[in-house]
């Protein structure tokens, strides 16, 4: 259990990242490029699960130009912020 316990400890320390907006310390266990692949892959799953249901929306809806107009927004304030490359 002791060895069990300072292994984690070991792991907890040596995946800390300090977050750029409030510089408070958390862990991270999966790579940016391991998250950047799994999310590819969910969001594949989901536009795949969708279009087999043919519950995708045509890309000139309303809804889907709305969507993709606040996300347009959500990524540029990110960008000014440096959070995402």
Do not use: W
Request: glycine letters at 6%; aromatic letters at 2%; charged letters at 25%.
């Amino acid at each position: 259990l002791a060895t069990t316990t300072a292994g984690a400890g070991v792991v907890y320390l040596t995946h800390l990242e300090t977050v750029p907006i409030t510089n408070r310390s958390r862990c991270i266990l999966v790579s940016r490029k391991g998250e950047v692949e799994m999310g590819r892959e969910a969001f594949a799953q989901v536009l795949n699960d969708a279009a087999a249901k043919k519950r995708l929306l045509p890309n000139n809806h309303p809804d889907v130009k709305h969507v993709k107009d606040v996300a347009r927004r959500l990524v540029s304030g990110a960008r000014k912020l440096n959070l995402v490359d």
